[in-house]
């Protein structure tokens, strides 16, 4: 049965080409590290490091052993290091990237109140839709919207987004009532176009029934805060997913054929690596998974 401690002396004079080194170390007298490498070699029969007065080298036997060996010591450490994080209080500057929308319309007011809740916290939330490389510019976490491109990155699910037809309850008491998709025509229409993907609005509605429209307008915008504060303003309805209602309660936005809904998607975070994850990362991932889906809404 091997011991640990033999080893972790071993990998350790290894690393300092040094007994006197690896003794300081690891805290103990040089007498202790020089027998611990002289029993691993006696219970495996076999010369590990060659002792001069002025260097110590490696045998071929010693070279071989020490690969391995220091895998294990790495693994004992990150091990230790795990339990001691999540023991820990997170703590520290949490960098985050998100979408401009997403990021205005629901993560800065629940970071916020993150916030509240872990006072030895700062985060940087950057709005932004460029795609940002997280190992090469320092962040911690991405909030991307689906489909992700296949990387080494680890992703985690947070909510479902659905797109669906919003305006104020006033807009829709004076203009013509809405049945069907196609009484759309009757009405003003506003556009989000984030994208070429967006020039049309699929609608699905029961029984699976897909309509696609490409909406007439008169005013669009790549900016959905833009496009909601229009309809807000009374301008028409808009085709948006429906995080654009914060507060599941507004009465400012209605939706409007409610049986018919647009596209869906999903939101994830994604992050470098699961291994050691620090304790900031992931009390703020659980948040998020709690807190980001609406009610109602189909969640992670």
Not at 150 to 173: H, N, P, Q
Not at 237 to 251: L, N, Q
Not at 262 to 269: E, N, P, R, S
Request: aromatic content about 6%; charged content about 25%; some cysteine.
């Amino acid at each position: 049965m091997s011991d640990l401690n033999e080893i972790v002396v071993f990998a350790k004079v290894v690393e300092t080409k040094s007994f006197t080194a690896a003794a300081q170390a690891l805290g103990l007298p040089k007498s202790t590290v020089s027998r611990k490498v002289s029993q691993l070699e006696e219970r495996l029969a076999a010369r590990l490091i060659q002792r001069t007065t002025r260097k110590l080298s490696l045998t071929e036997a010693g070279q071989a052993f020490y690969e391995r060996c220091a895998r294990i010591v790495t693994e004992i450490a990150l091990a230790e290091q795990l339990v001691t994080d999540m023991q820990s209080t997170p703590r520290g500057l949490l960098r985050v990237t998100a979408p401009v929308d997403l990021g205005s319309f629901r993560l800065a007011s629940l970071t916020a109140r993150f916030l509240k809740e872990h006072p030895d916290l700062h985060v940087n939330l950057d709005c932004s839709d460029r795609i940002i490389d997280l190992v090469d510019e320092g962040y911690d976490i991405a909030v991307r919207f689906g489909p992700l491109n296949e990387s080494s990155l680890i992703a985690r699910r947070l909510m479902g987004i659905t797109f669906r037809l919003y305006a104020t309850a006033e807009y829709v008491d004076r203009h013509p009532p809405l049945r069907e998709p196609d009484d759309l025509s009757e009405h003003e229409l506003i556009a989000f176009v984030p994208s070429t993907r967006l020039t049309t609005w699929t609608l699905i509605g029961p029984g699976d029934a897909t309509v696609e429209l490409t909406p007439s307008t008169r005013l669009m915008s790549n900016n959905l805060l833009s496009v909601r504060s229009a309809v807000q303003a009374g301008a028409g309805i808009a085709y948006m997913p429906e995080f654009v209602r914060c507060d599941p309660g507004d009465a400012e936005l209605v939706n409007v054929l409610p049986e018919w809904h647009g596209v869906q998607g999903d939101v994830f975070a994604v992050y470098p690596s699961v291994r050691n994850l620090s304790p900031k990362v992931r009390v703020y991932l659980d948040y998020l998974s709690e807190h980001l889906p609406l009610p109602g809404s189909k969640s992670a």
